[in-house]
């Protein structure tokens, strides 16, 4: 069955147009909220959003959705996405929204949904959701009506569940951090969880206006945060994404961290010789070989830390990520969370007694190349006869000593081509080359 609505993460869209109207996501929490009642318990869902204009307009129409199908809504206002997921939980809920686009700027809102268990929907659950919102289901009698009520704890439920990830006794005194909250979803609740565990917090992104998330900071420009860094002489900076479920950490000189080296990180301490991180195709060769060192494997899924969960559950994993820095610690939540990661490498650097820039170095990357490239919605360039053999060209020029990773974007019509190898210039030459030819065909 094919997937109209929804991506590799939700529904995401333009605000206001396509998918991403009032009235998709009425039809959307209609299909939803029938696809998740079930028994004769009181029906709830909870929803959460991040800091943009339009969240408010598909927050008001979900719950109206939701209402006319009979599932009440608990309203956690601006939240982390994790939360969603481990407050739909802890709260008893048939099913958890969280409204955002994530790393996208304002103009750009999503949906996404987390099971009653707190993990991101399956497939084929999606697929059925889908089905309901061509085909609306029938509305509940008066009686039924859900009603929606505004949870005024939420903040602290979610800080007090993320300072338990580390020692109880481990402060974080005398250490200096900027934390760029992206003016987006952790704004409130990000500072206040360092600032009662001791660190000398410098906030930067936590003045939301509805329309600058993402604008010029968070985890997508670490800019301003590595200007702060060295300006305080900070001995870490943490640098969130709009809905805070990634994280790039910087040093203390503001060099960045990505997701791969917090992941190395993360495994050393955490796993055992003959265990695995999961990760995706998009993980460095570097971070590869550098477990392999250790004993460690590395299994790699498509791109979208829902795939890395699935993955993790299946093998019964409890590490796993990705590079742009969805960092997973099943032990402890179900999807990525920035604020519990960016808490981990923190007490790691109180514990060790190193400067970031040693500790956050942990492998050697592999010279890595990516290119976006835009292209035509409804065209397919990645299928042209032009460009499968470049693809083949680059692949034989690389042989074992590299890797192509050539995809489309499950959230904006770009193809993705990736590449590594050991000699940078090749890299560029092969790399360019295929990009130029996806270029041509639009």
């Known amino acids: 069955m094919s997937r109209k609505l929804f991506g590799t993460d939700g529904v995401r869209g333009r605000a206001n147009q396509g998918n991403m109207t009032a009235e998709v996501a009425m039809r959307l929490g209609m299909a939803a909220g029938t696809y998740f009642r079930s028994g004769d318990h009181a029906h709830q869902v909870v929803i959460s959003k991040d800091t943009r204009r339009s969240g408010y307009m598909l927050e008001t129409a979900m719950t109206a959705g939701f209402a006319a199908v009979g599932m009440s809504t608990l309203m956690l206002g601006p939240l982390p996405t994790p939360a969603v997921g481990m407050l739909t939980r802890s709260m008893r809920a048939d099913l958890g929204v969280m409204i955002s686009a994530s790393h996208n700027a304002y103009e750009d809102n999503g949906i996404k949904f987390f099971g009653p268990d707190g993990f991101k929907l ?5 697929q059925k959701i889908e089905a309901l919102v061509e085909n609306l289901p029938p509305l509940v009698p008066p009686r039924e ?7 005024v704890d939420g903040i602290g439920r979610y800080a007090e569940f993320v300072k338990t990830t580390i020692p109880r006794d481990l402060r974080l005194n005398g250490l200096r951090v900027v934390l760029d909250c992206a003016n987006g979803a952790a704004y409130r609740v990000a500072p206040q969880v360092l600032w009662e565990l001791g660190a000398e917090v410098i906030p930067i992104g936590v003045n939301p206006d509805g329309f600058n998330i ?13 200007k702060a860094v060295v300006e305080y002489r900070a001995d870490i900076g943490l640098c969130l994404d709009g809905d805070a479920d990634r994280i790039i950490v910087l040093d203390e000189n503001g060099n960045i961290a990505d997701g791969d080296q917090i992941m190395g990180l993360i495994a050393k301490q955490r796993l055992k010789r003959g265990d695995a991180l999961v990760s995706t195709v998009m993980s460095n060769l570097g971070l590869e ?3 392999a060192e250790h004993g460690i494997g590395l299994t ?3 791109v979208g830390d829902r795939y890395v969960v699935e993955e993790m559950r299946a093998s019964n994993r409890s590490v796993g990520g990705e590079q742009s820095g969805h960092i997973v610690l099943l032990d402890h939540v179900t999807t990525g969370d920035g604020l519990l990661s960016g808490l981990q490498i923190l007490a790691a650097l109180i514990e060790s007694k190193q400067p970031a820039s040693k500790l956050l170095r ?16 409804g065209t397919d360039p990645l299928n042209t006869d032009r460009v499968k053999d470049i693809i083949a060209e680059g692949e034989k020029t690389f042989g074992d000593r590299g890797r192509l990773v050539i995809r489309a974007s499950g959230t904006e019509p770009l193809i993705r081509v990736m590449g590594e190898h050991e000699d940078a210039k090749l890299l560029h030459r092969v790399v360019t080359d295929i990009a130029t030819a996806v270029k041509s065909t639009s």
């Open 289 to 291: 070989r550098h477990l």
């Open 145 to 151: 009506i859900g009603r929606s009520t505004r949870v």
């Open 300 to 302: 790699r899924t498509k």
């Open 122 to 126: 399956s497939d084929e659950a999606e």
């Open 214 to 226: 993402n604008l010029g900071c968070g985890s997508t420009d670490t800019r301003a945060a590595a």
């Open 362 to 377: 942990v492998f050697e990357p592999v010279p890595q190349l990516l290119e976006n490239v835009r292209f035509v919605a």
